[in-house]
Structure formats: C-alpha cells, structure tokens
C-alpha cells in the first residue's frame, strides 16, 4: 500500500482561489516533499519540508506537517492557471530503502 | 546541463520481446532510480541505485533487471515484454552530497506499450 495518500484525489478551482491539498503517511519519517507533474511531463521538486519543521513557505506555496497526526498540506495561494497539474506527496519512511515513496496524487484544475 | 535524459521517448513491443531503457544524468549525482507510473497513480519503485557498480531492488523490481556501470548512466531492461509492464517510466537522480532522499531529479518519461 501507498505510504502516502493525498486527498482529495481530484480538485477544480476557479483562477486567483487558493487551492489545498492533504496528505496521509504511515509511518515516521525524515522529511516529506512535494512534486508537481504537467500532464505528459515527468515530476518537478516543490518543496521539502523536515521532521521538525511545522511549516514552510516558497513563494506562493504553504506546507505544513504535523508529525504526531502523520500529515501535511499543500496550501497554493492565487492559484494561476497554470498550476494546473497533478500533485505528489514522497517521503522517506525510515525503512532502510534510501528512495522516496509516492502517493497517487491530486489532480488540481484551474479554470481561467 | 541537460539534467535527466531517457532514451527512447516512446516504444511498442510484442510480448516476449526484450529491450533496455537508458537513463543519464550530468550532475554527479550518486543515487539513481526507475519509476513506474500507471494511469492516475502515483509513482512505484521499480529498481535504484546507491553508487556505480551497485542496484537495489525497490517495490516492484519483477520482470525487470538494471545495471549501473558508469555513475552517469542507469540501464533498465525488460527481458520479456508482458503487458502488464505497459506504463510509463520514469528515472530520477539525486544526492549529489546530501542525503538520498532529498530532492529527486526527474527525467521526461518513456512511454512503453507491450501488445
């Protein structure tokens, strides 16, 4: 099963609307990130966040963690356009494996 | 840089057929890995790499074998096409110093149909 599961699996939003997305993980870890994929487009680091760091800021995007509930969230402000495409959440589950695991993403639409 | 290069970008293949998918990175980065990607999924770890000269198996490594002979290159094969391996894969790369669960490097993604 997926270590992390982001949530809600699909989100519509109208151009200049925030946008939030959440995800789940199972076990501890050292650090979640966030990825973005354009359709057709392999994925493109966001954003990394520690065990423990609450929150962090880059540009127009907010992530917070909140280990003791084993979650995080996407927050994108004003969001354009082109913001448009599928979100990931990886984290390193301290399982001896040095790779990231993947959740199945949320798919975020920003009607102009 | 280019970053992250694969090669081919698109392939059909008849079930039993073999082929190698060819990944290459120009930032000295030590930590390899291959990724598949089904429709409306997230990304499962097929193989990766620690170093040159070393492989892992990661979630789902069957039906498939890699080899990591020179730093910058990381070769994933298929040594019978079946079509449940039709997916799109993807390489990343990372730890150029740090740690290897920091930030991945992502290459464009090879699209594979087994018929």
């Known amino acids: 099963s997926q270590q992390g599961e982001e949530d809600p699996q699909a989100l519509s939003i109208q151009e200049g609307e925030n946008a939030t997305m959440n995800c789940s993980y199972k076990?501890?870890?050292?650090?979640l990130q966030w990825y973005r994929q354009n359709s057709g487009r392999g994925l493109v680091h966001l954003i990394l966040i520690r065990s423990n760091e609450r929150e962090k800021h880059s540009g127009r995007l907010r992530v917070t963690l909140d280990t003791s509930k084993k979650s995080s969230s996407l927050l994108i402000t004003a969001s354009r356009a082109a913001d448009t495409a599928s979100y990931f959440c990886?984290?390193?589950?301290?399982?001896?494996?040095?790779?990231?695991?993947f959740g199945s993403g949320t798919r975020l639409q920003v009607q102009p | 840089n280019a970053g992250v290069t694969q090669t081919p970008k698109f392939r059909v293949l008849k079930t039993g057929q073999s082929m190698t998918l060819l990944c290459a990175q120009d930032m000295n980065h030590e930590y390899m890995y291959w990724y598949r990607q089904d429709p409306g999924m997230g990304l499962r770890l097929i193989h990766y790499?620690?170093?040159?000269?070393?492989?892992a198996k990661g979630e789902v490594p069957d039906g498939y074998n890699v080899s990591r002979l020179k730093k910058q290159n990381f070769l994933l094969g298929l040594e019978s096409a079946a079509p449940s391996q039709t997916s799109v894969y993807f390489c990343?790369?990372?730890?150029?110093?740090?740690?290897?669960?920091?930030?991945?490097?992502f290459g464009p993604g090879t699209r594979l149909t087994v018929l």
């Open positions: 790499s620690v170093g040159e000269g070393t492989t």
């Open positions: 076990t501890s870890i050292n650090n």
């Open positions: 990343a790369s990372s730890g150029s110093g740090g740690a290897p669960w920091d930030t991945q490097y």
């Open positions: 990886a984290t390193d589950a301290r399982t001896g494996r040095r790779a990231l695991t």
